[in-house]
């Protein structure tokens, strides 16, 4: 994510986690693709949940990243 320094969690595991989130698909047991930018206080700052199939674009999270950052 060119040079990001921020700590990331992977989409996959822990179920809870994901439950939390309400991207858990218990039908299939996994994760649905999404982004979430979170602050330093905790508070979601930007989401993105993807349709099956879809990537996330790397240059739009910068772009979010970067606005957060100004």
């Given amino acids: 994510m060119g040079g990001v320094s921020h700590p ?9 986690t994901l439950r ?9 047991g996994v994760g649905r693709r999404s982004v979430f930018i979170i602050d330093k206080e ?6 993105e949940i993807y349709e099956p199939g879809t990537l996330p674009d790397a240059t739009v999270i910068l772009g979010e990243l970067e606005k957060l950052q100004g």
């Fill in 42 to 47: 905790g508070t979601i700052r930007w989401k």
């Fill in 20 to 28: 939390s989130y309400g991207i858990y698909n218990e039908d299939s």
């Fill in 8 to 16: 990331l969690l992977s989409d996959f595991h822990p179920k809870d």
